[in-house]
Each structure stands twice: as structure tokens, then as C-alpha cells.
């Protein structure tokens, strides 16, 4: 195949872009807040979309002055979210078809997301695309969560390309604000039925990637 684009590596959020588990995470948040008293809505999860659980709960922590400590919250909600990998993960169209094709491309792939390592992990074997990534990054393993551009810095340092070269595509506006932070361009598929403004790209679905980049 013959690239018609000169990215150096494309560089792809999880949830949201590669597997639709927006809505079991927050139902299973919704049911964990529940027992501390806490009456969560969609709405008030919104602003939360595309950070980490390190951030989320502390913030929640703060605001409903829930007892339980970050790193007890963070646990009991990654165990809950471990249980439905097989059952609650769900592969975004064109999963894992165009990354198929995009590797077979010889571009550089990675993952970078908000979500913790195990749950990053077991998501792409679920839907059967981990093997096709050369790097995987949490924004556990660095100092500091989207929207600042750490995750995606790691990413683009384990795959040896310059960030200006990288690609990322993103759901959230947190994501796209990480991805312009690290000086990379950035497509966006819809969340909610909304594209993040800003970006350089609109997709309808990753296999818009194709015309794009194959």
C-alpha cells in the first residue's frame, strides 16, 4: 500500500474511538456513586468525558465529600469494569478492520488513554486489536491526564516519531485539547452526537480514515 498522507504515526484515544464503552463506564460509575449516596446523571458526567479516574474521583471526592479514599474509588470501579470486559465491550465500526489496513500500511499505531492499564489492556483483546499496536500508554504511567499532553507525548516517545508528525484521533474535547498541547494534529469522531470544535478533521466513523490515509 502507498500512504497518501505524510503522518508519521497515527495515535488513537480508546473509548469512544476504538471500543463503545462510554455508556457501561458511566452506568457502572452511576452504580458505585449510588451507594455512597450520590445521584449521578449524564449531565453531570459530561465535563468528565476524556480524564482520568485519578482526576474524576478526586474531583467527586471533593464535591459530594464521599468518604471512601481516590484509590479505593479508582479500585472498586476498575474491578466492576473488569467483570463486563467480555460482555460491555463493544467494537467501534470499522474495529479492527482499519487498523488492520493502517498497519499493513507500515504506519506506526499506538493507544493512548485515560483509562487504567488493565482496563486499557482488556478492552483492545476484547474486541481482538492489541496485537496490532506498537504502543499502549495509560495516563496512569505519566505525571499528568488530558486535557494536558503527557499521554500523548509518551505515545509519540515509544514510537519513536516527533509529535508534530503524529496524528490523533480523539472523542472528547479533553483529548482534543491534549493532542493540540502536544503540537499534533488531531481528527475527531462524534460523541453525543457532537464533534469536538477544533479539530483539523471530522470523521463520521474510523473508516473515514481510510480515503484520509491508505
Not at 1 to 9: E, H, K, L, N, V
Not at 58 to 75: C, E, F, G, N, T
Not at 200 to 212: A, K, S, Y
Request: glycine fraction near 10%.
Amino acid at each position: 500500500m502507498s500512504r497518501r498522507d505524510p503522518y508519521g504515526a497515527i495515535i488513537f484515544d480508546l473509548d469512544g474511538v476504538l471500543v463503545d464503552s462510554e455508556g457501561i463506564g458511566f452506568t457502572t460509575l452511576q452504580g458505585l456513586l449510588r451507594e455512597y449516596g450520590v445521584d449521578y446523571r449524564e449531565e453531570d458526567n459530561a465535563p468528565f468525558v476524556g480524564i482520568n479516574d485519578r482526576d474524576h474521583f478526586a474531583a467527586l471526592k471533593a464535591r459530594h465529600d464521599i468518604p471512601a479514599s481516590v484509590d479505593a474509588l479508582i479500585a472498586e470501579q476498575t474491578a466492576r469494569l473488569l467483570a463486563q470486559l467480555e460482555t460491555g465491550t463493544v467494537a467501534m465500526p470499522g474495529v479492527p478492520a482499519v487498523i488492520e489496513r493502517l498497519r499493513g500500511a507500515r504506519y506506526p499505531l499506538a493507544v493512548a488513554s485515560s483509562s487504567l492499564p488493565a482496563v486499557v489492556e482488556g478492552r483492545l483483546r476484547a474486541v481482538g486489536a492489541r496485537h496490532l499496536f506498537d504502543a499502549v500508554v495509560s495516563s496512569f504511567e505519566v505525571a499528568r491526564g488530558k486535557p494536558a499532553p503527557d499521554v500523548f507525548l509518551e505515545a509519540a516517545r515509544r514510537l519513536g516519531v516527533a509529535p508534530d508528525a503524529c496524528l490523533v484521533i480523539e472523542d472528547s474535547a479533553h483529548g482534543l485539547g491534549a493532542a493540540r498541547a502536544a503540537g499534533m494534529r488531531c481528527a475527531v469522531v462524534p460523541t453525543g452526537g457532537q464533534w469536538p470544535h477544533g479539530a483539523d478533521v471530522r470523521l463520521n466513523t474510523l473508516l473515514d480514515l481510510e480515503p484520509l490515509l491508505l
